[in-house]
């Protein structure tokens, strides 16, 4: 019996691109969605990543990508949803667009994917199927600069739970919810040090912590509904 693919929605960079290289070093077949190409995508290919275009900004595009989700596979293992976008608030006319943007990529995309995959996912012949949400710390704290972002990954958290009442027991479905995990490329020592000083843990990890966190949902038949926080006791702070 041949395993049934992995989705996983932004998996061409940072975190997304790590979870897709660790699933395919255990030999996991992976489907990922990029936005836009890059050259990191070849690598992923010719390790035996398919990799689908998404533009998920709107409706139609979403559904676009369903399609031929559909088209590439007859069932899925699990869904991972990791496309997101980390754009500030905007007080010029295109506050509306931005907030309509990051609804669809937050909650719109994943919400029209859980409900028109999960045929895909009752497909899988494996014992374990699951869906995960990445969101994100600032979902429960809010933030001043990023509003729009932080509330429609909250949304997310909320679809956690609702999909998880639905789909029980046959599917489980979960969230992790990351504070800083990685540095940006232009980001210098002084904001590292910042950084650090945010949790009690007072380190950046490094990706390697949220596939330990998806591995561990992956593996565990009696977890759903949860929201994982993998934020080094940032909360406590």
């Known amino acids: 019996m041949s395993q049934s693919p992995i989705l996983v929605t932004g998996g061409a960079q940072r975190l997304g691109r790590h979870c897709v290289e660790r699933l395919l070093d255990d030999g996991q077949p992976v489907i990922m969605s990029y936005r836009r190409e890059r050259e990191s995508l070849e690598a992923l290919r010719r390790r035996g990543a398919v990799t689908l275009a998404a533009d998920f900004s709107s409706e139609a595009g979403i559904h676009d990508f369903i399609a031929r989700l559909k088209a590439q596979t007859s069932s899925l293992r699990a869904i991972v949803h990791n496309a997101s976008d980390w754009a500030p608030d905007s007080l010029d006319d295109d506050a509306g667009a931005n907030f309509e943007r990051l609804f669809r990529v937050h909650m719109q995309a994943p919400y029209l994917i859980n409900l028109h995959a999960r045929e895909l996912l009752d497909a899988c012949q494996e014992p374990q199927r699951d869906i995960i949400h990445m969101t994100d710390y600032v979902s429960q704290k809010g933030s001043r600069k990023h509003a729009a972002y932080a509330a429609t990954k909250a949304g997310l958290d909320n679809l956690t739970l ?76």
């Open 162 to 237: 609702s999909f998880a009442a639905m789909y029980a027991p046959s599917i489980q479905v979960n969230a992790i919810a990351p504070a800083l995990i990685m540095l940006g490329d232009g980001d210098d020592e002084a904001y590292a040090e910042k950084a650090k000083a945010k949790s009690l843990m007072a380190k950046v990890p490094g990706p390697g912590v949220i596939y330990q966190t998806l591995r561990y949902l992956l593996d565990n038949d009696f977890v759903t509904g949860a929201i994982l926080p993998v934020d080094g006791g940032r909360h406590l702070r």
